[in-house]
């Protein structure tokens, strides 16, 4: 037996039924592979697809297969100029499907992110019709402070070292709620619940992903 994957899926369980009396609909994958496969299984050919940056959907590879399939995809990485970035920035806000990780999870089914620009949790919030999270088991903390906290300790100074921000984080591992110019913390969402119902769905995999 996987101590730890048999440690995911029974946390998994309880968090799944947590997510559904939040309106959000949930399943639990014991590997990326199969939670890619699902993702992709569940866009309908011809759908307009784009994500928020994220470690998690570059180190599952759904990337490279979204844009190997039928999809029209909104990839800001393709942009060779600030115009081209703000252009796709703004159509992914109404694609039909917008991909993403979560920087938290609480045990009781909310959402907890950070952004320092904002297009991910604007679309988050609202405008595309169908939110995939796509989040390791890694994720997944007990309450809504320790989420917090994993958002402001974990993820932001290992993405503020990954995007080379000159960060006070970034140096020592450690938020300072600072003011820095190269902050990545401008926005902090709670998402309670889905609205419309089923709109956020959630990929939970038994593995470690991302930051």
């Not at 639990?28 to 199969?34: D, G, K, Q, V, W």
């Not at 990780?101 to 009781?108: H, L, Y």
Request: charged content about 25%; glycine content about 6%.
């Amino acid at each position: 037996m996987d101590i730890r994957k048999q440690h995911y899926k029974n946390r998994a369980e309880k968090l799944i039924k947590a997510m559904h009396k939040r309106q959000m609909t949930a399943a639990y994958f014991e590997t990326s592979a199969e939670a890619v496969k699902a993702l992709l299984e569940q866009i309908p050919e011809g759908s307009s697809v784009s994500w928020g940056g994220s470690v998690t959907i570059d180190e599952t590879g759904l990337k490279e297969a979204l844009k190997n399939g039928s999809c029209a995809v909104f990839d800001r990485d393709s942009a060779e100029t600030p115009e081209e970035i703000y252009d796709i920035y703004h159509k992914a806000l109404s694609c039909d499907y917008y991909i993403m990780s979560s920087n938290a999870i609480s045990m009781d089914g909310e959402l907890v992110n950070i952004d320092g620009r904002g297009n991910r949790l604007a679309a988050l919030i609202y405008g595309p019709r169908n939110i995939i999270v796509l989040a390791g088991m890694n994720k997944v903390a007990e309450t809504r402070q320790e989420a917090l906290s994993r958002a402001r300790n974990e993820a932001a100074p290992l993405n503020a070292v990954r995007l080379e921000r000159n960060t006070p984080c970034a140096a020592t591992g450690i938020c300072s709620d600072c003011q820095s110019d190269d902050c990545i913390c401008s926005h902090t969402v709670i998402t309670r619940r889905s609205a419309p119902a089923g709109r956020i769905k959630v990929f939970l995999v038994g593995e470690a992903l991302g930051f």
